[in-house]
Nanobody, 121 residues
Framework: VQLQASGGGSVQAGDSLRLSCAAS????????MGWFRQAPGKEREFVAR????????DYADSVHGRFTISRDNARNMVYLQMNSLKPDDTAVYYC???????????????WGKGTLVTVSS
């Protein structure tokens, strides 16, 4: 399975962006998909995840209430709607897939190439 992330860009604080992740093939129902990010000089961190089968979602505390993850099973797509962006959200965002529990330690089965989000104050 190949994952392709897109939608990054440069915005001002308070703006919105929507990231997209396209999977090259239909995901098995046992998989979840989600997003990690890595800011300059920092470790990669979990952002959000969604269950492919149930649409159950989970978010990092730092983005809860501002970001929304969703999926389109028919198109094998996952989206991350990011609102009220802050400079601290500046990072390379990575799409990933694996089991629900894999997101806890980042040991994902599949990774996409990152897309850069830059938020200026």
């Amino acid at each position: 399975v190949q994952l392709q992330a897109s939608g990054g860009g440069s915005v001002q604080a308070g703006d919105s962006l929507r990231l997209s992740c396209a999977a090259s093939q239909r995901m098995l129902s046992r998989y979840s998909m989600g997003w990690f990010r890595q800011a300059p000089g920092k470790e990669r961190e979990f952002v959000a995840r969604i269950s492919w089968a149930t649409s159950r979602t989970d978010y990092a505390d730092s983005v809860h209430g501002r970001f929304t993850i969703s999926r389109d099973n028919a198109r094998n797509m996952v989206y991350l709607q990011m609102n009220s962006l802050k400079p601290d959200d500046t990072a390379v965002y990575y799409c990933a897939s694996g089991s629900w529990g894999d997101f806890a330690d980042g040991r994902m089965d599949y990774w996409g190439k990152g897309t850069l989000v830059t938020v200026s104050s």
